[in-house]
């Protein structure tokens, strides 16, 4: 599959932002989706995920209360809306897809995600 991340830019602190991943040449819905994201200089840190038929979502701490992951998987795409966003947010942000059989895995590590994105980066300003 190939994962195409998309709506970084440029926000406020406050603000809001929704990046979007576009999959393609796979059957999408068997993946559960992630999104992780490096800041400059840190590792790749896992930010959401969400499995494949949306019934379960997991957050990091960090971001619980303010970023919501969404799915549509008629369109193949899959969403992190951002809200009350931080300096902290600042990161190049990534999609992930894990191939699963079942419906309760998720995207949460590293170690097991199949297909990365390419980055999107959003840049949260003070």
């Known amino acids: 599959v190939q994962l195409q991340a998309s709506g970084g830019g440029l926000v406020q602190a406050g603000g809001s932002l929704r990046l979007s991943c576009a999959a393609s040449?796979?059957?999408?819905?068997?993946?559960?989706m992630g999104w992780f994201r490096q800041a400059p200089g840190k590792e790749r840190e896992f930010v959401a995920t969400i499995s494949r038929t949306s019934m379960i979502t997991d957050y990091t701490d960090s971001v619980k209360g303010r970023f919501t992951i969404s799915r549509d998987n008629a369109k193949n795409t899959v969403y992190l809306q951002m809200s009350s966003v931080k300096p902290e947010d600042t990161a190049v942000y990534y999609c992930?897809?894990?191939?699963?059989?079942?419906?309760?895995?998720?995207?949460?590590?590293?170690?097991?995600?199949?297909?990365w994105g390419q980055g999107t980066l959003v840049t949260v300003s003070s």
């Open positions: 040449g796979s059957s999408f819905s068997s993946f559960a």
């Open positions: 992930a897809a894990r191939l699963s059989p079942s419906l309760r895995v998720v995207a949460r590590s590293r170690d097991y995600v199949d297909y």
